[in-house]
């Protein structure tokens, strides 16, 4: 591209996308749009590379450099355009939400969605959510089984007969007394532990005074348990540093580490650390940067003070931003004094997580195939995650998606998942359940709970290539893919182009392992419904085994062989059996030979 195909660009804030056709390649927000982007025509490296490939600009303008900040996080976001730095890691840290709702309920969540509910996170630690979680759930009878939406039930379940629920499901709750629960829960996820230690205090005279014995036991044991916590679980730092977040950074070539510490109350909560790679041509303030930019967007309640390791152009910018999210936050690089010995600790603790993270890479060899890979299909990094996709059917029927992940170059099984096709109508058509599945993948419930992968692997040519395609761009998404046809081993590229490797190349080889790994997954899928469909035949032909019976033996047995290893005393269990009926299943299977 040259200087004389830009668009007219004022000398004003915005943001600017370069791209190639329909990708974004890159995001950057400015002050001066056209001074910006006018620079680019006299850099090197990455930037010399960005004007190489793209075809035209866009751009968008914004009332002041904080608008366009925000604006360049979404897009980044959306697009993940390759030549951006993006600080992902394989973590979701999780959040605590409480519902907007009538009756309030608070769920762990992995995600902040813009549904006017109340957030607090993320946790830097799983562990220390579930702990919190536990303990409202014990001692803070909010609703805990009537569902999201909350929903009616016909009888109160096991918690409200234990005391840990007021049970609105069942209209047994006074909105007053709930509301007042909820308020607590908020004082507490808020850090606000003496106010809320203070009320439960005066709660629980005021029971007494009114001889409520056992409601003044409860509040007694409210207290105790909070001061517990807190006095167990979270570690004292320095009373006097109340509420601030710190941050340790640390790089080598092509590797950085930045860490981001929280204080609340003076106690040390725990710390989040992102590892990325490929980002030998960032600069140091681009890569804080981009860390800034993807934690804060979701993190939430923020302190009032953030201090960085070293100061940031758009330093007052992030102030701004992250002050208009409700309180006034100051982001700065302390000069002297404790603060500075916070920085030096968090720098410290960077630089030895970074070699951590290097002697991990040689431990694990690194598999030589996602090199290959990014040199082959001219990604600008290796892709260390990758999803691999294949359509399997049994006979033409029970068509079913099929997804695994490898990350590393090696099998990550707790994240395999398979689909049911729900849009044929019966009809074969492996291209439209590629982009059903593709499109689900990104958009539903999966899209909340599993990263965005380096590199999609379609098991197919062209044409399901070019249906995968069109399933990323029904979610928005335009991601790096490759298919690899069967018969000769051929990657097939989104263009039509074909690279045919010899067997014996790591690139390749890491390619056959992840389809093999997608066709397998299928194919143990419909294993279990042929085994589920025998098990079907079998029970339609049992005296006795009504609709009710029939289902409790398909929920709790996947196949006969676990059937057959089951004792009459263990069917008697069931829900809905007694002895005479479980009598009756095994008598029907020795009858069939089975």
């Given amino acids: 591209m040259r200087p004389e195909d830009l668009p007219p660009l004022p000398e004003a804030p915005g943001v600017y996308l370069w791209k190639a056709g329909e990708q974004t390649l890159y995001v950057g927000k400015a002050k001066n749009l056209k001074a910006r982007v006018g620079s680019y025509f006299h850099a090197e490296g990455k930037g010399r590379r960005i004007v190489q490939e793209a075809t035209h600009l866009e751009f968008i303008l914004a009332r002041d450099e904080v608008e366009a900040l925000l604006l360049e996080a979404n897009l980044i976001k959306h697009h993940r355009p390759p030549y951006n730095v993006l600080m992902k890691d394989d973590k979701h840290y999780p959040f605590l939400k409480l519902t907007r709702e009538a009756w309030p309920m608070l769920m762990v969540v992995r995600r902040v969605e813009d549904d006017g509910a109340r957030y607090w996170g993320p946790f830097p630690e799983a562990s220390a959510v579930r702990r919190i979680k536990r303990l409202v759930d014990r001692y803070f009878p909010l609703r805990k089984n009537s569902g999201y939406p909350f929903r009616k039930r016909r009888y109160p379940c096991l918690n409200h007969a234990m005391g840990r629920c007021l049970a609105p499901c069942v209209d047994r709750a006074e909105p007053a007394r709930y509301r007042a629960v909820v308020e607590q829960v908020e004082q507490l996820l808020d850090g606000k532990i003496g106010a809320l230690q203070a009320s439960l205090e005066a709660q629980m005279r005021e029971a007494a005074r009114q001889q409520d014995f056992e409601r003044a036991a409860e509040l007694r044991d409210q207290m105790a348990a909070i001061q517990s916590f ?12 109340g509420d601030l977040d710190f941050l340790g ?4 070539g092509d590797y950085a580490v930045v860490q981001l510490y929280q204080v609340r109350g003076g106690r040390m909560l725990g710390r989040i650390s992102r590892f990325v790679e490929g980002v030998k041509e960032a600069s140091e303030a681009e890569l804080l940067e981009a860390f800034l930019r993807d934690y804060y967007l979701e993190a939430t309640p923020l302190p009032p003070l953030v201090l960085l390791p070293f100061a940031l152009e758009a330093q007052e910018a992030f102030s701004t931003f992250l002050s208009a999210k409700g309180r006034r936050v100051e982001v700065r690089v302390p000069q002297r004094g404790e603060k500075t010995r916070l ?3 968090a720098q410290k603790n960077a630089q030895a997580a970074l070699e951590a993270e290097l002697r991990a890479l040689e431990r694990r060899g690194d598999h030589p195939g996602l090199k290959g890979l990014m040199e082959l299909l001219g990604l600008s990094r290796r892709p260390y995650r990758i999803e691999g996709y294949d359509i399997s059917n049994l006979l033409g029927e029970n068509p079913v998606g099929s997804i695994v992940v490898f990350e590393g170059g090696r099998p990550k099984k707790a994240e395999y998942r398979r689909m049911r096709i729900r849009g044929l109508q019966g009809r074969p058509d492996d291209y439209a359940a590629l982009e059903e599945v593709l499109a689900r993948r990104f958009t539903g419930s999966l899209a909340q709970s ?15 290539v070019r249906a995968a395609q069109k399933g990323l761009g029904r979610a928005g998404l335009a991601l790096p893919l490759v298919g690899l046809a069967k018969r000769e081993e051929t990657l097939v590229l989104p263009d039509g182009r074909t690279l045919s490797l010899p067997l014996t190349h790591p690139a390749l080889q890491l390619l056959i392992h992840v389809r093999d790994e997608a066709h397998r997954n299928g194919l143990l899928f419909h294993r279990k419904q042929r085994s589920q469909k025998a098990l079907r035949s079998l029970f339609d ?17 996947s196949s006969l062989e676990e059937l057959r290893s089951t004792s009459a005393e263990e069917l008697a269990r069931l829900p809905g059996f007694d002895r005479r009926s479980a009598q009756a299943v095994l008598e029907a299977l020795a009858s069939f030979g089975l």
Avoid: C, N, S
């Fill in 230 to 241: 807190f006095g167990t679980h979270q570690q004292a730092y320095d009373p006097e540093l």
């Fill in 249 to 252: 950074f640390a790089r080598a």
């Fill in 343 to 345: 920085i030096e600790l």
């Fill in 450 to 464: 599993l990263p965005i992968p380096d590199l999609l692997l379609i098991d197919g040519g062209l044409g399901q």
């Fill in 541 to 557: 032909g049992i005296k006795g085994i009504g609709p009710v019976r029939k289902q409790a033996l398909l929920e709790h047995f």
